[in-house]
């Protein structure tokens, strides 16, 4: 068997999968202090051992197998989880391979793998919730550098009547302080499912979203853009996006998918919220494989 855990900020989902990816069994704890939940989940995993885990983890998070605090969760907003290491605490636990990446990453794979991803050489997965995102795969192998991706706090070009100061802690008006759910809510103080689809904010969200996509688009290059995420539910947005990354791309990339009907190219993740770990069930394969 195969084991895998999405780690998220609110709650922890761990599986464990046989070779033909069906899930044995499942469970879903709330993200306590790291002691309470690391309990949980090395207790689930002890009664249903695997040959392998993969993880894709909430961050900013060391990915880079090379370094020696590899799996160690760094300079979260989630203060009881700063600076505690994952892959050190489950792997004195359980004593299997471990492999941990980002949860866009790892959602990205999952949909390269079984989502609108197959067939295609690169899958640019976005999430816009609670904070937003972007995990980046090319030929299967996910994108990391220096450190992972934080494709959610690049800056883009604020409205002028858009008055709205932003609400990232560092940046104030990135892309993150202008269209997470928190910084939806901060305009207004209500949550964005409550508010109208004609309300203003969504052109302001749409208009900023289509100015990412299009700078992701010339840095990456990717053949499919999946939006996931509690922000991106309200379905109303897709065409309002789709239409803001066109006026800005303004015809630069001389490509048919481009140039065309975007629905195909910049969509809802077919796996839905299960894209994550799916995504962390292949990277248990994976490290499982190299061992």
Not at 96 to 101: A, V, Y
Not at 103 to 125: I, P, Q, T
Not at 174 to 201: N, Y
């Amino acid at each position: 068997m195969y084991g895998a855990i999405e780690a998220g900020g609110t709650k922890f989902v761990c599986a464990a999968v046989d070779e033909e990816m069906n899930i044995l069994d499942q469970m879903t704890v709330p993200t306590m202090e790291p002691e309470k939940t690391m309990k949980e989940v090395i207790g689930f995993f002890k009664k249903n051992p695997v040959k392998a885990i993969g993880i894709g983890a909430f961050g900013p998070i060391e990915i880079s197998p090379n370094k020696e605090n590899y799996g160690q969760v760094l300079n979260t907003p989630k203060l009881a989880w700063r600076w505690f290491n994952m892959y050190k605490e489950l792997t004195a636990a359980l004593n299997i391979p471990i492999k941990i990446d980002t949860d866009v990453n790892a959602a990205g794979l999952g949909e390269y793998k079984e989502g609108h991803g197959v067939g295609k050489r690169s899958v640019l997965y976005i999430t816009i919730g609670t904070g937003v995102g972007a995990g980046f795969v090319l030929n299967g192998e996910t994108l990391f550098g220096l450190t992972h991706p934080e494709m959610g706090h690049i800056l883009v070009r604020q409205n002028k009547e858009d008055v709205f100061k932003g609400n990232c802690p560092t940046h104030n008006n990135c892309l993150e302080g202008l269209v997470s759910g928190p910084a939806i809510e901060a305009r207004l103080g209500i949550k964005g499912h409550e508010l109208g689809e004609d309300h203003i904010i969504w052109d302001y969200v749409a208009d900023y979203i289509g100015q990412a996509l299009m700078t992701y688009n010339l840095i990456l290059s990717p053949e499919i853009i999946l939006i996931g995420g509690g922000v991106a539910q309200q379905a109303h947005l897709f065409p309002k996006i789709r239409e803001a990354f066109k006026k800005h791309m303004n015809g630069y990339i001389d490509h048919e998918i481009i140039k065309g009907n975007l629905e195909e190219y910049i969509q809802y993740p077919k796996l839905g919220q299960k894209a994550g770990l799916v995504g962390s069930i292949y990277l248990a394969k994976e490290i499982a494989l190299q061992k």
